[in-house]
């Protein structure tokens, strides 16, 4: 066995232009490790387009995610459709919400964002691009969903951002769900957050006579 003590690093080793280099010979000796910029997992809010999203899902490994089913969105109908049968307070979804939070859950790729053009959601949804705000409204109206785009946000001209109330869509763990959950319904204007989720748990606008 060798007893000979490890290599000393020379001192005299530059990096000129992506290469590592010895100013005494001029050899070459391996590419830096900064002739490539850096990569770096950005914030999920820092997003501001399709492609700032797709970089984001870079980092992320999702075969570790749990099954993308709908379960949630099928638990909030049904508590929603036992509230109002037990009290007589109107807090369902309607098959149109209903039917609409189905195709958006199929567009959900992490957590409850989904980030793509316009266009290409109008597809999705089945409707014309001039009709696709007038479509999300409804959801919107019930805080069922925020949508951003540049008119009213900072998003990339013809793309657009949508996040889905937590507690009818969310890919990710429990415990993420939960934070989101508390996030959504933060207090406002000293109205606890239990007190504003009940308020605005879906949109209970109509009470029975």
């Known amino acids: 066995m060798s007893n000979m003590p490890p290599a000393i690093p020379s001192k005299n080793l530059i990096t000129v232009e992506g290469l590592v280099v010895d100013t005494l010979t001029g050899e070459t000796h391996k ?11 950005p914030s999920l809010s820092d997003c501001r387009s399709v492609d700032d999203f797709e970089r984001y899902l870079k980092f992320v ?14 638990d909030e109908v049904d508590y929603a459709r036992g509230v109002w049968c037990r009290t007589g307070i109107d807090c369902r979804i309607t098959l149109p919400q209903e039917r609409l939070l189905d195709k958006l859950h199929q567009l959900v790729v992490y957590r409850n964002v989904i980030f793509t053009t316009q266009t290409t959601l109008a597809k999705a949804l ?5 009709n696709l705000m007038k479509k999300l409204k409804v959801l919107e109206e019930a ?67």
């Open 61 to 74: 490994d999702r075969r570790k995610l749990p099954a993308h089913t709908l379960h949630l969105l099928r």
């Open 143 to 209: 805080n069922m969903l925020r949508v951003t785009t540049s008119r009213n946000g900072n998003i990339r001209t013809g793309e657009i951002k949508l996040v889905i109330n937590p507690r009818l869509v969310f890919r990710g763990s429990d415990s993420t769900r939960e934070a989101y959950l508390k996030d959504w319904y933060r207090p406002v204007d000293g109205l606890s957050s239990r007190l504003e989720y009940a308020n605005e748990l879906g949109q209970c606008i109509n009470m029975a006579a």
């Open 31 to 41: 590419p830096s490790v900064f002739s490539t910029p850096a990569d770096y997992q």
């Open 126 to 130: 089945g409707t014309a691009e001039s």
